[in-house]
C-alpha cells in the first residue's frame, strides 16, 4: 500500500513557463511534507518543505501548497528554467517520524 | 568533506559474492538510513540507525545486513544477492529527536548495485 503517490511519471515544461508537480498522500497521520530533486549520478537533495499547520509555503522559484481535506500537495516552479530538469520526490513524515517517499516526477524543461 | 558521502559509486557483483556498501556523514547526525531506490519505485526504506542502534528493519531479506560502528558510518553488507535486487542504494542522515528527525534528510550519491 502506497502511501505516497506521485501518478505522473514525467512533465515536459517549455522554459519559462509553470512547472507544477502534483502529489497525493493517504495517512492523515503525516503532518511533515517535503518536496526533492534529483539529479542523475546524484542523490536527492531537499528542496523546500510545509508543515501540516500552513497551506502554502515560498521560496523564491518555488512553491509549495498543501491542501488537507484532498490530500493533495503540489510544487509550483515559476519561471522553470533548463535546470530544473531532474526527478522530484515527494515525500511525508508523520508519527513514525520517517520520511516516506513517492516514486518522483521526471521534469523537463525545454529552453 | 562534508555531507553524507558514499563509496563505492559503482557496484557489479556475482550472485555469490560478498561486498559491502559504505556511508559516512560528516554533518554531525544521529540518525542515519539506507534506502533503495528501483526504477519507476518509490525510495524504499531499509533500515533505520538512531544512536547506533537499529531502531527499524523494513522487511529486508537478510542477504542485507547493515552495520552502524558510530553515529558517522554505515555499512551495508551484502551476500548471495539476486539479480532483482540491483538497484540504487542510497545512505542518508538527519537528526532526530525521540525517534523523530527535526532536520530533513541530507542523502550521499548513491551506489549503483547491479547483480549479474
Known amino acids: 500500500d502506497q502511501q505516497v503517490k506521485q501518478n505522473s511519471p514525467s512533465l515536459s515544461v517549455q522554459e519559462g513557463r509553470i512547472s507544477i508537480l502534483n502529489c497525493d498522500y493517504t495517512n492523515s497521520m503525516f503532518d511533515y511534507f517535503l518536496w526533492y530533486k534529483k539529479y542523475p549520478a546524484e542523490g536527492p537533495t531537499f528542496l523546500i518543505s510545509?508543515?501540516?499547520?500552513?497551506d502554502k509555503n515560498e521560496d523564491g522559484r518555488f512553491t509549495v501548497f498543501l491542501n488537507k481535506s484532498a490530500k493533495h500537495l503540489s510544487l509550483h516552479i515559476v519561471p522553470s528554467q533548463p535546470g530544473d530538469s531532474a526527478v522530484y520526490f515527494c515525500a511525508a513524515k508523520g508519527d513514525t517520524g520517517k520520511l516516506i517517499f513517492g516514486q518522483g516526477t521526471t521534469l523537463q524543461v525545454k529552453p | 568533506e562534508t555531507g553524507v558521502t558514499q563509496t563505492p559509486r559503482h557496484l557489479v557483483m556475482g550472485m555469490t559474492n560478498k561486498k559491502s556498501l559504505k556511508c559516512e556523514q560528516h554533518l554531525g547526525h544521529n540518525a542515519m538510513y539506507w534506502y533503495k531506490q528501483s526504477a519507476k519505485k518509490p525510495l524504499e526504506l531499509m533500515f533505520v540507525y538512531s544512536l547506533e542502534e537499529r531502531v527499524e528493519n523494513n522487511s529486508v531479506p537478510s542477504r542485507f545486513s547493515p552495520e552502524c560502528p558510530n553515529s558517522s558510518h554505515l555499512f551495508l553488507h551484502l551476500h548471495t544477492l539476486q539479480p532483482e535486487d540491483s538497484a540504487l542504494y542510497l545512505c542518508?542522515?538527519?537528526?532526530?529527536?525521540?525517534?523523530?528527525?527535526?532536520?530533513?534528510?541530507?542523502f550521499g550519491q548513491g551506489t549503483r548495485l547491479t547483480v549479474v
Open positions: 542518508a542522515s538527519s537528526q532526530e529527536v525521540g525517534g523523530r528527525a527535526t532536520t530533513e534528510a541530507f
Open positions: 510545509i508543515s501540516s499547520i500552513k
